[in-house]
């Protein structure tokens, strides 16, 4: 009776492991479809497809991350927001808030705007959301750095590499593949050709290219 017990509770686990995994299975295949739907251009599909990845319970950063790129191209800011949110106890903070501080933006929340721009900064991030970040506060208060000393140039040298699987680094760029190696170069110089940033004429020389190496797999993290 014991070995039957036995027999029959592995049984259970392996259909229970079975149909798990099925489900997995399927829901990765909704997550891909719905990156082809984004790419093409159909975000109504992409938007279907990934929060059906959601409903058969596949849970990664870069699903919620997708959908709210999709949230955000929809007009659907809250919905973006909350999704964005779910990002900040992760590595990738400093870019929810950015992503964050857009839709604020996009409401025309200044005030939450400004806060979620200057959590960017507080987020210990990369060289390019700093520089994103700090544009936008620039914009929404242009004598933010009015008492600082006035440099009539700048400039920003950052070659790095990494790894992602993310479908838009930020809303309006989408890189071509799911999960990826790369390695990425970033130039910018600024020169004030009279006046400062609060009044004045300025030149700007930006350059950023990002290479991705060969990838065959698609993984969902």
């Not at 027999?7 to 829901?27: F, M, P």
């Not at 082809?36 to 990664?60: C, I, P, T, W």
């Not at 991030?125 to 208060?141: C, F, G, H, V, Y």
């Not at 999960?179 to 006046?195: K, N, Q």
């Amino acid at each position: 009776m014991r070995r039957l017990l036995t027999i029959a509770l592995v049984l259970c686990l392996a259909l229970s492991t079975a149909h798990a995994q099925e489900h997995t299975t399927e829901a990765k295949t909704l997550f891909r479809a719905g990156i082809q739907a984004f790419n093409a251009g159909d975000l109504d599909e992409a938007r279907r497809l990934l929060e059906s990845a959601v409903s058969k319970g596949l849970s990664s950063r870069s699903l919620n991350y997708n959908l709210g790129v999709v949230y955000y191209k929809l007009g659907l800011y809250e919905e973006a927001e909350q999704t964005f949110r779910t990002l900040i106890p992760t590595r990738q903070k400093a870019l929810a808030y950015y992503n964050i501080g857009l839709t604020a933006l996009a409401r025309e929340n200044q005030d939450a705007a400004t806060q979620a721009f200057q959590n960017v900064l507080a987020s210990d991030p990369d060289d390019n959301l700093i520089s994103l970040a700090t544009r936008q506060l620039e914009r929404l208060d242009p004598t933010m750095h009015a008492a600082s000393p006035r440099k009539r140039w700048a400039g920003l040298v950052s070659i790095g590499g990494g790894y992602e699987d993310n479908v838009a680094l930020f809303p309006d760029t989408a890189p071509r593949k799911l999960d990826s190696g790369f390695v990425e170069t970033l130039a910018a110089a600024s020169y004030y050709l009279y006046g400062d940033s609060s009044a004045g004429l300025r030149s700007d020389i930006k350059f950023y290219s990002r290479q991705y190496l060969p990838s065959t797999r698609l993984t969902c993290r």
